[in-house]
């Protein structure tokens, strides 16, 4: 009786283990000004955001002024979005001597700010798979 029950423990901790759902998330750019380059997309969470390597990224090419990237596995929770037109390929945001942007972004949920995105104006909740837009 007394393995039965042991046997019967491990089982449901073994499941519960393995039972964390993820989720795709599907981000699309429509709105790119030409095709140079390829749209470079990151998923953060908030210890990531904009001070770490994100949880999953994407490089992708853009055809017609559209870019697709899919995120995959991702366990429920929050997250940001960043994508960049990325006109050089050198796979970084380009600044000007005044320290403005040279390339187009955009982040999940559209912010429209002067300054660095904040994590709250960014952040999505995953709870299913989702898809959103982002404008640059």
């Not at 790119?32 to 990151?42: H, P």
């Not at 929050?78 to 040279?102: C, I, R, S, W």
């Amino acid at each position: 009786m007394k393995t039965l029950f042991t046997t019967i423990i491990v089982l449901l901790f073994s499941l519960a283990l393995s039972a964390q759902e993820t989720f795709t998330l599907k981000v699309t750019v429509d709105n790119a000004k030409n095709d140079q380059g390829t749209m470079v997309y990151s998923l953060s969470t908030e210890n990531q955001f904009m001070k770490a390597a994100p949880l999953q990224s994407a490089t992708v090419e853009i055809k017609d002024g559209v870019a697709v990237a899919i995120f995959e596995n991702i366990p429920a929770g929050e997250y940001a979005v960043m994508v960049l037109h990325d006109k050089n390929g050198n796979n970084q945001m380009d600044f000007t001597d005044q320290g403005m942007p040279k390339e187009a972004y955009g982040m999940s949920n559209n912010p429209m700010s002067y300054g660095p995105p904040s994590w709250d104006d960014a952040k999505i909740t995953i709870e299913s798979d989702k898809e959103i837009a982002v404008r640059l």
